[in-house]
């Protein structure tokens, strides 16, 4: 029980920290040179752009690759169903799901 709400309370900061960087229009200087991400996403979603956006700003190559079942691509990366946000981005063999700060994709990437 302790470690689903450690993890629920850190998906909810990564997001409202995801949120703050969306809305305050923050221009931060390249954090990551050129790594190369592809953000999966449901066509319908309208966020996806703005987050694939956001890593390009931050250094990042970007591919967006549009997915009709987005939950199929979940699936197959074994993100559990309470950790699902609306995009999925694939980083340099690793998974990140949702509106994760680049800080934290750069550390992840060290």
């Given at each position: 029980?302790?470690?689903?709400?450690?993890?629920?309370?850190?998906?909810?900061?990564?997001?409202?920290?995801?949120?703050?960087?969306?809305?305050?229009?923050?221009?931060?200087?390249?954090?990551?040179?050129?790594?190369q991400a592809t953000v999966?996403?449901?066509?319908?979603?309208?966020?996806?752009?703005?987050?694939?956006?956001?890593?390009?700003r931050s250094g990042f190559?970007?591919?967006?690759?549009?997915?009709?079942?987005?939950?199929?691509?979940?699936?197959?990366?074994?993100?559990?169903?309470?950790?699902?946000?609306?995009?999925?981005?694939?980083?340099?063999?690793?998974?990140?799901?949702?509106?994760?700060?680049?800080?934290?994709?750069?550390?992840?990437?060290?």
């Open positions: 029980m302790k470690r689903n709400i450690i993890t629920g309370g850190i998906v909810l900061l990564v997001v409202v920290a995801g949120v703050y960087v969306f809305t305050t229009g923050s221009s931060k200087p390249a954090l990551v040179q050129d790594a999966l996403y449901d066509p319908t979603c309208g966020c996806c752009g703005n987050h694939a956006a956001y890593l390009e190559q970007v591919e967006r690759e549009r997915v009709l079942d987005i939950s199929a691509v979940k699936a197959e990366y074994g993100i559990p169903q309470d950790l699902r946000s609306c995009h999925t981005t694939l980083v340099e063999g690793y998974v990140v799901e949702g509106h994760m700060p680049v800080e934290a994709i750069a550390k992840l990437l060290k």
